[in-house]
């Protein structure tokens, strides 16, 4: 499964998700990107799309990208908090939904 971290998600969190194929938006080159032309490159090379940012599913129609989102809600985005969602992540990740976010954590 290929997963694509947010920019805004720590990059030290990618380590953690075991044999997952993880790559970063700054890794792809795609640092600035807005959301909708973000999730559409996303899209075309990865199935899962994994964020903190809470606000992207009011600011996209979902439904039209072929991508499982993943939202991670911790107590804050720091590394060590998200690190505690991975089980979570990891147990939801084969059932996550193409175009619908996903919640993970509180």
Same mark, same amino acid.
């Given at each position: 499964?290929?997963?694509?971290?947010?920019?805004?998600?720590?990059? =030290?969190?990618?380590?953690?998700?075991?044999? #997952?194929?993880?790559?970063?938006? /700054?890794?792809?080159?795609?640092?600035?990107? *807005? $959301?909708?032309?973000?999730?559409?490159?996303?899209?075309?090379?990865?199935?899962?799309?994994?964020?903190?940012? =809470?606000?992207?599913?009011?600011?996209?129609? #979902?439904?039209?990208?072929?991508? /499982?989102?993943?939202?991670?809600?911790?107590? *804050? $985005?720091?590394?060590?908090?998200?690190?505690?969602?991975?089980?979570?992540?990891?147990?939801?990740?084969?059932?996550?939904?193409?175009?619908?976010?996903?919640?993970?954590?509180?």
């Amino acid at each position: 499964m290929k997963v694509l971290l947010d920019e805004c998600v720590d990059s =030290r969190l990618a380590p953690h998700l075991g044999a #997952l194929h993880v790559r970063t938006v /700054a890794e792809r080159g795609w640092g600035g990107i *807005t $959301n909708g032309k973000l999730l559409a490159l996303a899209a075309a090379e990865f199935d899962v799309f994994i964020t903190v940012d =809470r606000n992207l599913s009011f600011q996209q129609h #979902l439904p039209k990208f072929d991508i /499982a989102v993943l939202l991670m809600i911790a107590k *804050t $985005n720091r590394v060590n908090d998200l690190v505690e969602l991975v089980p979570d992540l990891l147990a939801i990740l084969p059932r996550a939904a193409k175009g619908a976010v996903t919640r993970v954590g509180l």
